[in-house]
Nanobody
């Protein structure tokens, strides 16, 4: 059983940057693909980015491509999401996930989420 805890969310002005972290415990995190999803108020949860277990394969939603970067440090059991050039439309609760398959497959473990608010 893998537990995931996100951190790094906050309030930022449009054009700014934030770095989210997802710390894993309780399992062999390095065996799983890592992913980030987000859910804005009144909207369904959507895919943001994913990274394979080795860290050498990534995939992004079109809406964040070129602005966000997903990475991982398996020695630290952590996945990161570097978010640059933030826009008000990026405002959402961001969730970390881990799965044996990864996007577009299902993810087995989820964190509780961290709020990101971008103001203009």
């Amino acid at each position: 059983q893998v537990q995931l805890v996100e951190s790094g969310g906050g309030l930022v002005q449009a054009g700014g940057s934030l770095r989210l972290s997802c710390a894993a415990s309780g399992g062999t995190f390095s065996a799983y693909a890592g992913g980030w999803f987000r859910q804005a108020p009144g909207k369904e949860r959507e895919f943001v980015a994913t990274i394979n277990w080795r860290g050498d394969g990534t995939y992004y939603a079109d809406s964040v491509k070129g602005r966000f970067t997903i990475s991982r440090d398996n020695a630290e059991n952590t996945v990161y999401l570097q978010m640059n050039s933030l826009k008000p439309d990026d405002t959402a609760v961001y969730y970390c996930a881990a799965g044996s398959v990864g996007w577009p497959g299902t993810y087995d473990y989820w964190g509780q989420g961290t709020q990101v608010t971008v103001f203009s």
